[in-house]
């Protein structure tokens, strides 16, 4: 064998031993690489979690103030200004069933400090209600926790005459179309819960939405309205004070809070089922670390003896959970209300 082959031998050995060398170090660039992000994404979650909260929360409510959702805002509120150490300020933005502060929050920044009550007619019904929306119901939204679920209660004028369902149901087939009933909003549960009366029981009645119950119930005792769904936590006291007829809840059991109510399934509408739960919800987006620390919180609220009798006493059962359980719910209850919305016709712009 000459000189030049060994030579050539030589330096072919060496590069193949450069660029073994080579494909090592590619690989500990990568892995370097990879370390530096882990440590990075760590470096913020642990940042997010000691950081938050250096400014003021607000937990918006897409309602007047005194309903099943303004209630369970002020009490997290309440719990959450004392334990954070600064202030949670609760902004009602009624109007277009929920819409209106939803769509404020779902343009927020994802940072922990612009929350919302969310509704069934929000996440679950008003996008097969409404033929354009300036958010998206669920992709819009990180969920935190469901917060709590109160029966609807029909409630009558007094001066209309009836005691239970079935003394309703013959007066509106025998006066088609003169009967009305009222709702906190067009696309809410209670709106729904109306609309699947009607189509389970044949009856035609009149819905006269209104942006809450500060509105409607001065207008079911004066008369002006015939009945009227609300939540009970929202109806029970003008109920107990005998200002209004209660008929029926729209649960399939009878509320603790209430439990000389009869349920609809009782006076002949067997699986009648409509009730308004509440979630708390933050833009899309929102951190992991974030989102963690709000569901720990809400928990720890919620599941305080006293806040848990306060709340049953007012006819809503809480039940803190998971943002996933959160996430399974609104699918189940989006699929089964649109099936509703679908049925009665109700379109809105």
């Not at 609300?230 to 809070?257: H, Y």
Request: overall charge positive.
């Amino acid at each position: 064998m000459d000189l030049v082959t060994h030579a050539f031998r030589f330096l072919s050995s060496v590069g193949d031993w450069m660029k073994g060398a080579s494909e090592v170090v590619k690989g500990l660039a990568v892995l370097l690489a990879c370390l530096s992000f882990t440590a990075t994404a760590q470096s913020q979650t642990s940042q997010a979690n000691t950081a938050w909260p250096k400014q003021p929360i607000r937990i918006v409510v897409t309602f007047t103030p005194g309903g099943a959702p303004d209630i369970l805002a002020r009490v997290l509120a309440e719990s959450w200004q004392q334990s954070l150490g600064v202030p949670v300020l609760v902004e009602n933005r009624p109007g277009y069933g929920g819409n209106i502060g939803a769509d404020l929050v779902a343009k927020s920044e994802p940072d922990g400090y612009t929350l919302l009550i969310g509704t069934v007619g929000i996440h679950a019904i008003n996008g097969a209600l409404y033929d354009k929306m300036s958010f998206h119901p669920v992709n819009d939204f990180t969920p935190i926790s469901f917060l709590a679920s109160t029966p609807n209660v029909l409630v009558v004028n007094k001066k209309l005459g009836v005691h239970n369902l079935h003394e309703l149901i013959e007066m509106a087939k025998a006066k088609p179309n003169e009967l009305t009933f009222g709702s906190s909003g067009v696309g809410t549960s209670l709106h729904m819960s109306g609309e699947l009366f009607k189509e389970m029981t044949g009856v035609q009645i009149r819905h006269i939405p209104y942006k809450g119950r500060a509105q409607s119930l001065p207008d079911l005792i004066s008369g002006r309205i015939s009945m009227l769904f609300d939540n009970l936590s929202s109806s029970l006291p003008l109920i107990k004070a005998g200002e209004v007829q209660a008929l029926a809840v729209t649960t399939l059991k009878r509320s603790p809070a209430a439990p000389e109510i009869p349920t609809m399934a009782e006076q002949g509408l067997p699986g009648f089922e409509a009730t308004s739960w509440f979630s708390l919800m933050a833009p899309a987006n929102l951190p992991p670390a974030l989102q963690k620390r709000l569901n720990t919180l809400t928990r720890q609220t919620l599941n305080q003896p006293k806040v848990k009798q306060k709340l049953l006493a007012s006819g809503l059962d809480p039940a803190p959970g998971s943002p996933q359980e959160l996430s399974r719910l609104i699918q189940s209850e989006t699929n089964k209300w649109g099936r509703v919305v679908y049925k009665s016709g109700a379109k809105l712009e």
